[in-house]
């Protein structure tokens, strides 16, 4: 699976946006990019993954450049609830590594009134 | 409520103790994933099963060993317990290989 590159922290303010930052150079072309976040120590949540379209659903929007090598995950209007850490991962879904996910040390995002 | 759940949430014992970590995935999942969250090495998968087979293995110790039954639900066997797999440890399922994944609440194991 390709490497992710997250930066470790960011801040937002309440009912702005956030936009969360992700790179994966080594992206191959049956690879897609998923979003998970952990709220303090319960267990992860899916957020949102795409392979190479930008995809949105009731959480977040996730944006992929067109050399898939980096991509952006936005929550529209953040909220406090949405302090956590977020994981960008890179998975082969359906292939060799059979869905496995890997995670790496993620983006803490700290919402702020 | 991600619909995958686990027992026990806490669980508490000694070294060289051995415990059973139980998950049951969401309904009409078929594959199951644990995955290990200790401070210093973060998430890390252990081992996935699909319709009861194994389909992936990460990285498991061989005191460490799971399966997965015919309705679907799983177990982590840990054995010769050390004072380093005190860990959190997750259950995740899955509708189809490769799809999204549904973790649980995980169960916090503390060895003394």
């Known amino acids: 699976d390709a490497k992710t590159t997250q930066p470790p922290s960011m801040d937002c303010a309440e009912g702005r946006a956030a936009n969360l930052p992700c790179n994966h150079s080594t992206i191959s072309g049956n690879e897609y990019v998923y979003w998970y976040r952990q709220i303090h120590s319960q267990g992860p949540q899916y957020i949102i993954h795409g392979l190479k379209n930008n995809e949105t659903n009731e959480m977040a929007s996730l944006i992929i450049t067109e050399d898939r090598k980096s991509s952006t995950l936005i929550l529209p209007h953040a909220t406090l609830r949405d302090t956590a850490v977020y994981y960008c991962i890179v998975s082969n879904a359906g292939g060799t590594s059979y869905g496995k996910l890997t995670f790496g040390q993620g983006t803490i995002l700290t919402v702020h009134p | 409520d991600s619909g995958v759940t686990q027992t026990p949430k806490h669980l508490i014992t000694a070294t060289g103790q051995r415990v059973t970590l139980r998950c049951s995935p969401r309904?009409?999942?078929?594959?199951v994933y644990w995955y290990q969250q200790s401070l210093d090495q973060g998430l890390q998968f252990l081992i996935q099963y699909y319709n009861g087979e194994e389909r992936a293995k990460g990285n498991i110790l061989e005191r460490f060993s799971a399966q997965q039954f015919p309705d679907l639900h799983s177990e982590l066997n840990l054995s010769s317990l050390e004072l380093g797999d005190s860990a959190l440890y997750f259950c995740?399922?899955?509708?189809?290989?490769?799809?999204?994944?549904?973790f649980g609440p995980g169960t916090r194991l503390t060895v003394t």
């Open positions: 309904s009409g999942d078929l594959s």
């Open positions: 995740a399922s899955s509708s189809r290989r490769g799809n999204e994944q549904y």
